[in-house]
């Protein structure tokens, strides 16, 4: 088996990918004390969730962080981040939404919309709500084009993102 080193210098022995992917989605802890990561700290928290995404990925798909954003989406003082994401296929892709929440010093997935979100061209994130702006097809689009703007708005609770009613 190969070494390699880890970010505190020990050197461990390579492990199937299967059995390191909690590490690599809850590497990034945050200082003794820290409520909210800052939006560097939340950017490479999405970024290691969209590896973990990425390892179990065919080989001809990509996973990109979009938006980032960092709230407390459920009021109870303790800040999620929340990540548009896109996955690029080589004739195809889709977005996601999904929140991360505080487990102990790490942040761990713990919500993801279900539902298509069409092209989403942004999101927004205020009150407890993730809103994203998002184009759908019209009668005559090509599907690479949608033209329709239609604003999708989220909740996160109980472990869940569902559209907000």
Same mark, same amino acid.
């Given at each position: 088996m190969q070494a390699f080193t880890e970010g505190r210098g020990e050197s461990v022995m390579a492990k199937p990918?299967?059995?390191m992917l909690p590490?690599?989605?809850l590497s990034v802890s945050l200082s003794?004390?820290?409520a909210t990561p800052d939006a560097d700290q939340a950017r +490479?928290?999405?970024?290691?969730?969209l590896a973990t995404k990425q390892a179990t990925a065919s080989p001809q798909e990509a996973y990109e962080a979009g938006d980032v954003a960092v709230a407390d989406l459920d009021g109870d003082g303790q800040a999620e981040v929340v990540v548009l994401w896109t996955?690029?296929?080589?004739t195809y892709w889709h977005h996601g939404v999904t929140a991360l929440s505080r487990k102990g010093q790490h942040y761990?997935?713990?919500?993801e919309a279900a539902e298509p979100l069409g092209s989403v061209e942004g999101m927004v994130v205020r009150n407890g709500v993730i809103e994203l702006k998002t184009k759908w097809p019209?009668?005559?689009d090509a599907r690479c084009c949608p033209t329709v703007p239609k604003t999708l708005r989220y +909740?996160?609770?109980a472990g869940k993102v569902t559209l907000a009613k």
């Open positions: 990918i299967l059995q590490l690599i989605a003794a004390g820290a +490479r928290i999405a970024e290691q969730f996955m690029l296929g080589p761990a997935p713990a919500g019209g009668p005559n +909740r996160w609770s």
